[in-house]
């Protein structure tokens, strides 16, 4: 992606209110989801978001292995998320890293907030998340992919998660941002995530400083693009079951 200058500095957003890979500061990378395409899971999704390419798998509630891992109050949300070796253009170790543990960390705790845990003690829902093709936003993504995958698997929840990345480049507010502005001297990262019927955010980390000006300036943006992921994910699993039903008759 070539980058716009004048005198030598990168230009994020033009005096058009164009982006350096043509977006509108409000707009996201293109989007696509499917649900149920792994056969063995319980429920499943497929999604690419911009370069992001991932797949989620849900398995239970079953019993807890280890079982001493159990609670006698609520289901335990195990989510491992895992990056293919080749998904990143420098060969990427296949041991966990501390990013892919602390991932996987934040996102169990942010799609728990979503599901009646309560309702399965002693038992684990099991979520596997493979990214093949990592790009910026890699982990909104994923706990995009999981949400959908989890409503797949038929488990009670109190809405989906979803989510977009919000921050600043180029002193400019912006949604969904991608590698080049995540880059910008003055990045400012936001992954957000909320429970979009009652709006309780689940997920809220911050790679950079931001002033409370431009938080209230960019969280409406990012709510409103949520909004649109959340629409997106409702027709994934409409579309499997419409598909369904077609295929039955």
């Known amino acids: 992606m070539m ?6 500095k990168i230009v994020y957003v033009d005096s058009k209110g164009k982006r350096l890979d043509g977006r509108k500061v409000e707009e996201l990378r293109p989007i696509k989801i499917r649900a149920g395409v792994i056969p063995s899971a319980d429920g499943s999704a497929y ?4 370069q992001n390419k991932v797949f989620a798998a849900v398995h239970g509630p079953r019993p807890c292995l280890p079982k001493h891992t159990a609670s006698p109050y609520k289901a335990v949300i195990k989510f491992d998320y895992k990056m293919a070796t080749f998904s990143v253009p420098d060969r990427k170790n296949p041991r966990p890293s501390r990013r892919e543990i602390e991932i996987s960390k934040v996102c169990g705790e942010a799609l ?11 038992t684990e829902i099991v979520v596997i998340v493979a990214v093949i093709d990592s790009d910026a936003g890699s982990r909104i993504a994923s706990l995009t992919a999981a949400s959908v995958a989890m409503a797949d698997a038929g488990i009670p929840m109190r809405d989906m998660v979803a989510g977009t990345g919000i921050g600043r480049a180029g002193g400019k507010m912006i949604v969904d941002l ?3 502005e995540e880059d910008a001297p ?10 979009p019927n009652s709006k309780e955010i689940v997920l809220l980390q911050m790679d950079g400083i ?8 960019v969280y409406p943006l990012g709510e409103k693009a949520i909004m649109q992921v959340y629409e997106l994910q409702k027709n994934a699993l409409k579309a499997k079951y419409a598909k ?3 295929e039955e008759k």
């Not at 931001?210 to 300036?217: G, L, P, V």
């Open 47 to 50: 999604l690419e978001w911009g």
């Open 186 to 195: 003055d990045a400012v990262d936001i992954p957000l995530a909320i429970l």
């Open 178 to 180: 991608n590698k080049a």
């Open 210 to 217: 931001m002033t409370k000006k431009e938080w209230e300036d």
């Open 112 to 122: 728990e907030k979503a599901i009646f845990v309560e309702r399965f003690p002693n």
């Open 244 to 246: 369904n039903g077609v």
């Open 3 to 8: 980058a716009k200058k004048t005198e030598d």
